[in-house]
């Protein structure tokens, strides 16, 4: 069965905006550092590392809720605003998701994202096969 994955305390009615979905053992997630309230840019994503870790910590946590971590994910496409931004991102990213072992197929592509982000995240994992 397809089901949609929400952030704790995030209101799907609202905005219409799911953090992700389940479907045929797969969890297709996506993560930004976009405030719930206000609509755009978290505070504290000052810069592109900050707010390349807040996207990693709110994928990993919408991974986590369906039994998955960073090992789990095949592929990420990886957005940014400005080609400027993708050394300071990439040295982020490999701090983080790298270190879970085989890194998934990865993709980084220039393009405009909402709400003021500079960073946009979107990942497919395999869950886990239980025992």
Do not use: H
């Not at 072992?101 to 960073?119: L, M, N, S």
């Amino acid at each position: 069965m397809n089901r949609f994955i929400n952030r704790e305390g995030s209101d799907l009615a609202r905005y219409g905006l799911s953090g992700g979905a389940v479907a045929g053992g797969l969890v297709f997630a996506a993560a930004t550092a976009r405030d719930p309230d206000t609509m755009v840019r978290d505070v504290a994503a000052v810069s592109i590392s900050d707010e390349t870790r807040i996207c990693l910590e709110r994928l990993e946590a919408t991974l986590k809720r369906e039994g998955c971590s960073f090992a789990d994910v095949v592929k990420i496409n990886c957005y940014l605003s400005e080609d400027s931004y993708r050394s300071e991102f990439w040295r982020t990213y490999d701090e983080i998701f790298v270190t879970s072992g085989d890194p998934a197929v990865r993709i980084t592509q220039i393009v405009g994202i909402a709400c003021e982000c500079r960073v946009e995240l979107d990942a497919i994992a395999v869950v886990p096969a239980t025992v």
